[in-house]
């Protein structure tokens, strides 16, 4: 969806996610898991990632845990490079507050790095 939205119009996205690195669910899944599903099925419209895979080229294979995560890494590099895309790994929204600052448009989104207290945002 980011991906996707990213690179059809100028919009600025901020990514907060829990975990330090992109791809879900897959950074906590064990080492052997593999899709169930072959790799040509799977992934961001623009970025095949049966063709990302370095391992086999085959139209059935069924990409290892490692080539989903590097995949997914090179799609946020690719979405940081154009400038409207900002990752916050290993962090967790906690809110919006207006700031009276004139250098921004009112509005502050609030993070806090996984292991901060609560007031250190």
């Known amino acids: 969806f980011s991906f996707t939205?990213?690179?059809n119009n100028n919009n600025?996205?901020?990514?907060?996610d829990k975990n330090t690195n992109p791809g879900g669910h897959w950074n906590h899944a064990y080492d052997f898991i593999r899709l169930h599903q072959p790799a040509?099925?799977?992934g961001v419209a623009s970025e095949k990632l049966e063709n990302f895979s370095?391992?086999?080229k085959k139209k059935s294979h069924l990409s290892s845990k490692q080539e989903i995560l590097d995949y997914y890494q090179m799609i946020m590099d690719k979405m940081i490079r154009t400038g409207r895309v900002q990752h916050y790994g290993n962090c967790t929204?906690?809110?919006r507050r207006e700031e009276e600052d004139n250098d921004n448009d009112g509005?502050?989104?609030i993070i806090r790095k996984e292991g901060e207290k609560?007031?250190?945002?």
């Open 54 to 56: 370095s391992s086999s």
């Open 40 to 42: 040509c099925y799977y």
């Open 118 to 121: 609560k007031g250190e945002e």
């Open 12 to 16: 600025t996205i901020i990514m907060i």
């Open 107 to 109: 509005d502050m989104v």
């Open 5 to 7: 939205t990213n690179n």
């Open 93 to 95: 929204y906690i809110g």
